[in-house]
């Protein structure tokens, strides 16, 4: 696959240019130095629920290998790492005594990635919630948005003087959806009255948890949170695709960015829902409780969607493939959705099966360019899994991924040229690493883990990326072979 862009977009000096990860996908030692369980240790040793029996249990070893990682980071020379939290090493049971072992492991992170120069971006949310918080009734229990904004406090407490910027969430559709409604991600609940509970506490936890942070550091603290906005286009332009369209906006977009950014709920979700809840969720006051100043919108992006309207509703239980390409669910993770089908997109596509279409992020950017006006976005994870070989000069070739960040890096700076106040990159992901309910089956780092021996090697992208970092400069994707 050869790139469709131009190369040797020239960014701006001052772009923040990062990589991500998260806690449970690449830690491992999940039941060590007084960690409790999460939802997701729960949920990958249920049989069935990730392929290949696959857990988090080792994953890249991380939480031994931190020095060597975080040396491999300044090798990049990135100025930003966005990492994440694991809440049950804060509080093992998700409320009361901290755990100091756990503040220790990260507050030793922040101090070695500030010694070789690097940002620290710290999310406090990516998936692990304590297992005993789930128990008592998990993100459709509001108490559980209280015992978080409790863990953001003690966070703020413990590293505000080092982390940069305070990410509350990483990707809510997926904790709310895919936790709760389509059940393909822990803890595997299918109830769509659950799953817009469950966006109402996430929401609502943002809020509070926010807040804690500011009183706890002052106003000038900075705070974002990280969403998967939907790109949807509709398949005609006939009023019931167009409406399709319209409802899946609604209830994967509209949700988040309504009360986060507008200080309400769109009118129409409510409408669109109403046969599955009647919001009685949200009490008085709620509102103004999530509509805190943020500093900066995360957006994640991987691909776009297309839909239409059916006149032959789903059945649950027809395996239907989820919206994101993610595994086939007897549920469907959209609340009063079963008259809209997902159709297949034109390749290429990714080991995910996702389409690769770059537009769609320049699309986005201006679209929030356009609602949001003053607020600074930053793309806080975007790349691609392809299925990686070693070749026999001990490198790993991977040109589609380099292609693949290439152009939507590109298209960021497109959508930058056309007014989008754009901050940063982050690309997903540094390391291989544990891809939910697709174990270690699906590789998106630029660096190469051998699930053996838990070895890494730099990935021909990673070389690319570093040279991009250095020169601010996009290279051609061929130059990648010749680096390193
Ligand atoms: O691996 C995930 C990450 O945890 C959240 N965003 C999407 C990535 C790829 O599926």
Redesign the pocket.
């Known amino acids: 696959m050869t790139s469709l862009r131009p190369s040797g977009r020239q960014f701006p000096a001052d772009f923040l240019w990062g990589s991500a990860t ?1 806690s449970y ?1 690449i830690e491992g030692a999940t039941t060590e130095d007084g960690r409790g369980p999460s939802i997701w240790d729960t949920f990958s040793a249920t049989p069935g629920k990730v392929l290949n029996g696959d857990t988090g249990e080792v994953a890249v070893g991380h939480y031994h290998r931190t020095a060597e990682d975080v040396a491999l980071m300044a090798a990049h020379g990135l100025h930003a790492y966005r990492f994440s939290i694991a809440w049950p090493r804060i509080q093992p049971t998700g409320s009361g005594a901290v755990n100091q072992k756990g503040l220790d492991f990260y507050s030793r992170l922040v101090d070695q990635l500030l010694e070789v120069g690097i940002d620290p971006v710290a999310t406090l949310y ?2 692990d919630l304590p297992q005993a918080l789930e128990d008592l009734g998990g993100w459709p229990s509001r108490d559980t948005a209280y015992r978080f904004a409790d863990y953001a406090g003690i966070m703020a407490k413990a590293l505000g003087d080092r982390v940069t910027i305070w990410t509350t969430f ?2 809510p559709w ?1 904790s709310a959806y895919l936790g709760y409604a389509s059940g393909v991600h822990a803890p595997g609940r299918e109830n769509h009255a659950d799953a817009l509970a469950a966006v109402h506490h996430l929401n609502l936890a943002h809020g509070l948890g926010g807040r804690v942070i500011r009183e706890t550091l002052g106003e000038d603290t900075q705070i974002s949170i990280t969403l ?1 906005l939907h790109v949807t286009r509709a398949a005609t332009s006939s009023p019931e695709d167009l409406e399709a369209k319209r409802r899946i906006d609604a209830v994967a977009n509209g949700v988040f960015l309504g009360p986060l950014l507008d200080g309400a709920y769109p009118a129409e979700v409510m409408a669109d829902t109403a046969e599955v809840t009647d919001w009685s969720f949200v009490h008085e006051g709620d509102l103004e409780t999530i509509n805190i100043p943020l500093d900066v919108l995360g957006v ?1 992006y ?1 691909a776009t969607g297309l839909v239409r309207h059916s006149d032959t509703p789903r059945v649950p239980g027809d395996g239907t493939p989820g919206p994101d390409g993610h595994k086939s669910s007897p549920q469907s993770p959209w609340p009063a959705c079963d008259d809209i089908e997902w159709l297949p997109l034109p390749g290429p596509h990714t080991a ?1 099966g996702w389409n690769i279409e770059p537009e769609g992020l320049t699309e986005l950017l201006l679209e929030l360019h356009e609602a949001y006006p003053g607020l600074p976005l930053a793309i806080t ?1 975007n790349g691609a ?1 392809f299925h990686d070989e070693v070749s026999a000069d001990g490198r790993v070739h991977d040109e589609r991924r380099v292609s693949y960040l290439h152009d939507h890096i590109d298209a960021v700076g497109e959508a930058m040229d056309k007014g989008a106040d754009v901050r940063g990159y982050f690309v ?2 540094l390391l291989d ?1 544990f ?2 309910a697709y174990g270690y089956d699906r590789r ?1 780092g630029i660096i190469r883990v051998d699930y053996d021996t838990l070895e890494r090697i730099r990935k021909d992208s990673s070389y690319w990326y570093a040279e991009l970092i250095r020169t601010g400069r996009i290279p051609t994707v061929e130059q990648a072979t010749e680096l390193g």
């Open positions: 998260a996908q990516h998936w990483n990707e997926c998967n994640n991987y995910m994870e899994a997903w992901s690493n891809e939910w998106f």
